[in-house]
């Protein structure tokens, strides 16, 4: 029987209005995450799927993580030293011709994300192990304002190096779970961390990704204003 809580690639990939190979583009890269199979077909957990769908796709090359963490920073007021002068030009003049789905869209090489099942004590623990980032980032009082939103509670997102997430699961007892109240983005670029913060656009992007309309819609304001403002 057919776990209903998951879709097939081809359903997946009806749903999102794209090709097969691109389902299994998107399962690599960690936006999309199978929940299992039945019998001989991989299914892909729904929810994955519809916040994608929800954050839309558009078909066209994304970005390099590289190129997406220098966009993020530039919407940001950041610097990102770790491209040249004329690939910041270009970028500046790309960045002038988006929106806020364009911008989530292209960037969705940024980081590797992977979804977990926590208790309440390593949910706690494991904050303080992350670069937060999404509704977790809402604990700090100038995010928050930025957003107007507030808490954070019972959820843990966050960037860590890349290498670093296996040891945080194993030390915090997190089970992989796509509907899971911790979220861990994987990064290998540590220069747009100024601080030990996300860029302001990366919080964004994150909460994009959210199935809560009042966070998606939050994030897809922000990311407006940085490139319009």
Same mark, same amino acid.
């Given at each position: 029987?057919?776990?209903?809580?998951? $879709?097939?690639?081809?359903?997946?990939?009806?749903?999102?209005?794209?090709?097969?190979?691109?389902?299994?583009?998107?399962?690599?890269?960690?936006?999309?995450?199978?929940?299992?199979?039945?019998?001989?077909?991989?299914?892909?957990?729904?929810?994955?799927?519809?916040?994608?769908?929800?954050?839309?796709?558009?078909?066209?090359?994304?970005?390099?993580?590289?190129?997406?963490?220098?966009?993020?920073?530039?919407?940001?007021?950041?610097? !990102?030293?770790?491209?040249?002068?004329?690939?910041?030009?270009?970028?500046?003049?790309?960045?002038?011709?988006?929106?806020?789905?364009?911008?989530?869209?292209?960037?969705?090489?940024?980081?590797?994300?992977?979804?977990?099942?926590?208790? !309440?004590?390593?949910?706690?623990?494991?904050?303080?192990?992350?670069?937060?980032?999404?509704?977790?980032?809402?604990?700090?009082?100038?995010?928050?304002?930025?957003?107007? $939103?507030?808490?954070?509670?019972?959820?843990?997102?966050?960037?860590?190096?890349?290498?670093?997430?296996?040891?945080?699961?194993?030390?915090?007892?997190?089970?992989?779970?796509?509907?899971?109240?911790?979220?861990?983005?994987?990064?290998?670029?540590?220069?747009?961390?100024?601080?030990?913060?996300?860029?302001?656009?990366?919080?964004?992007?994150?909460? $994009?990704?959210?199935?809560?309309?009042?966070?998606?819609?939050?994030?897809?304001?922000?990311?407006?204003?940085?490139?319009?403002?």
């Amino acid at each position: 029987m057919q776990d209903m809580s998951g $879709m097939t690639v081809a359903e997946a990939g009806d749903r999102l209005g794209i090709t097969r190979a691109s389902v299994h583009d998107l399962l690599e890269s960690g936006q999309l995450t199978a929940s299992g199979r039945a019998g001989r077909m991989l299914l892909i957990n729904r929810s994955s799927v519809e916040r994608l769908a929800m954050a839309g796709t558009r078909r066209g090359r994304a970005w390099t993580a590289k190129t997406a963490w220098a966009a993020l920073a530039l919407l940001s007021g950041q610097n !990102p030293t770790w491209i040249s002068a004329s690939e910041k030009s270009r970028l500046k003049t790309r960045l002038r011709e988006l929106d806020a789905d364009a911008v989530r869209v292209l960037a969705r090489n940024k980081d590797k994300t992977h979804r977990y099942r926590a208790t !309440p004590d390593g949910l706690a623990a494991l904050n303080d192990h992350l670069i937060p980032s999404g509704a977790s980032a809402m604990r700090a009082e100038s995010i928050a304002g930025t957003f107007g $939103m507030a808490g954070g509670s019972g959820t843990a997102e966050g960037y860590v190096m890349l290498g670093d997430v296996s040891a945080l699961a194993d030390a915090f007892g997190l089970v992989e779970d796509p509907d899971g109240n911790a979220i861990i983005h994987e990064v290998d670029l540590d220069e747009p961390f100024v601080d030990g913060r996300a860029p302001v656009a990366a919080i964004a992007v994150d909460l $994009m990704a959210s199935l809560a309309t009042r966070e998606r819609s939050a994030g897809q304001r922000v990311i407006n204003e940085l490139l319009h403002g």
